[in-house]
């Protein structure tokens, strides 16, 4: 066997071993009661997430609605 041959053979069985890895089951790497701590506003990349979320429901009563931000309310400012 030359070398070609056997770089091909090695690089192909390479890429079949990345091929078939790709198909084993995800296992998440955090724990269903270590979410809470990844939830909590202090993990935002904002400097005052509190104030942001304020802000944010603010504007969204201004508005009359809500947009992917993950707070519900309606246009009256009732809430």
Same mark, same amino acid.
């Given at each position: !066997?030359?070398?070609? @041959?056997?770089? %091909? %053979? /090695?690089?192909? =069985?390479?890429? +079949?071993?990345?091929? =078939?890895? *790709?198909?084993? #089951?995800? @296992?998440?790497?955090?724990? #269903?009661?270590? %979410?809470?701590? =990844?939830?909590? $506003?202090? !993990?935002?990349?904002?400097? /005052? $997430?509190? +104030? ?9 009563? %201004?508005? *009359?609605?809500?947009? +992917?931000?993950?707070?519900?309310? *309606?246009?009256?400012?009732? /809430?």
């Amino acid at each position: !066997m030359s070398k070609t @041959q056997a770089f %091909r %053979r /090695n690089c192909s =069985l390479l890429l +079949a071993g990345v091929i =078939l890895a *790709g198909c084993s #089951p995800i @296992q998440p790497w955090v724990k #269903p009661y270590e %979410r809470e701590h =990844l939830a909590d $506003p202090i !993990m935002s990349f904002d400097r /005052n $997430p509190i +104030a942001s979320v304020y802000l944010d429901h603010v504007f969204e009563v %201004r508005e *009359g609605s809500s947009g +992917a931000t993950g707070s519900v309310g *309606g246009g009256c400012g009732c /809430n």
